[in-house]
């Protein structure tokens, strides 16, 4: 017989530093982001059309790091990233190196579900949105480059050169936010999924993947522990497979609170004295919920069937 769950969804807008006078914009689309998606399970929707419908919002608001918010790389470039995984199923789905699919999650979607693949990048990836019919947008926009030029005044200000990055933005970590958004949830039928989308770390190399695209490290999902979406420093959290060990801790029997406090804590164990900052969401087959960040912020949401309407918030567990 098959197991009737109440839905639960978590999203997340990315750690990072939130000021005031962009956190009421990004609050409003992470609530928006968590009621799209439980409405889409609501409705009778499975756990990945959840993930996938509130990461594209997230995708079209602007006010993150993901979609038309992407942050450019350090050749003026959007280069996007995105991945799904079912935890039904374990099939999953990446895209990454995409310039103007205008959702990238929809297209890790296609990834997964229409091709015998789990990872597609670059012009092969962007002829896969062409064939399937997906929307694409203009590839960088104004807001982008403004952004870009303030990111570049930074660097420039501090040492002219990227290895100095770390130190950079450690010093200045409102003008380089992560922002990357990401969703998790659990469906009427028990399923999980988790998907996450971003433009990657502001000025980044051309060519360079990180962590939210890589399977295991800023996405996982399975129905014998649960999902997990992450947001921080990519190179950290591909070396610990990161989404993957708090699904792990889960399975081991601790709470998704618990799992995501455990794994940033890890972070700060295995791999200190570098820029490592780090924020996590989590959800388990029993509808439980976990957030943790070690930056100052986490803009993030989440909604039950207990809940009148969705929870905003910019703070979780801080994890020291
Ligand atoms: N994890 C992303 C990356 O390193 C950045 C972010 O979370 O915003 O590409």
């Known amino acids: 017989m098959r197991k009737t769950c109440k839905p639960v969804i978590v999203v997340h807008g990315g750690a990072g530093t939130w000021d005031s006078a962009r956190s009421q914009a990004a609050l409003k ?13 609501h409705t009778g929707g499975t756990a990945v059309d959840a993930v996938v419908e509130a990461v594209a919002l997230m995708e079209d608001s602007g006010n993150f790091n993901a979609g038309c918010g992407s942050a450019l790389n350090v050749e003026k470039r959007v280069e996007m990233e995105a991945s799904v995984m079912d935890g039904a199923t374990l099939q999953a789905g990446a895209v990454g190196l995409l310039s103007d699919v205008r959702n990238p999650v929809r297209l890790a979607r296609v990834v997964m579900e229409k091709t015998d693949h789990v990872f597609v990048v670059g012009k092969g990836a962007e002829e896969l949105a062409q064939i399937f019919g997906l929307e694409r947008r203009e ?4 807001a982008q ?26 010093a200045h970590p409102e003008v380089f936010q992560l922002e990357t958004v990401g969703a998790v949830a659990l469906d009427n039928s028990g399923n999980v999924a988790a998907a996450t989308s971003t433009g990657g770390f502001p000025l980044k190399l051309a060519g360079r993947i990180g962590d939210s695209p890589s399977i295991g490290c800023g ?7 649960g999902a997990c979406s992450a947001s921080g420093v990519g190179e950290v959290a591909i070396r610990l497979v990161l989404a993957k060990t708090v ?16 794994a940033v804590a890890l972070i700060k164990e295995r791999i200190p004295n570098v820029y490592n900052v780090m924020g996590l969401i989590a959800v388990d087959v029993n509808g439980r919920i976990g ?5 100052a912020n986490l803009c993030w949401a989440y909604m039950t069937a207990a809940l009148e309407e969705p929870v905003a918030l910019l703070k979780a567990k801080f994890v020291e």
Not at 30 to 37: I, L, N, P, R, S
Not at 139 to 142: C, L, R
Not at 219 to 225: G, K, L
Not at 247 to 262: F, L, N, R
């Open 291 to 295: 957030a943790a960040h070690s930056t």
């Open 145 to 170: 480059l403004e952004r870009y030029e303030a990111q570049l005044k930074s660097l420039l200000a501090g040492s002219g050169y990227l290895p100095r990055l770390a130190d950079l933005v450690k």
């Open 29 to 41: 689309s992470v609530k928006e982001a968590a009621e799209t998606g439980f409405n889409t399970m």
């Open 219 to 225: 996405t996982y999902a399975d129905n014998r522990s």
């Open 247 to 262: 699904c792990d801790y889960i399975g081991q029997g601790e709470s998704p609170q618990k799992a995501v406090e455990a």
């Open 139 to 142: 590839a960088v926009t104004a």
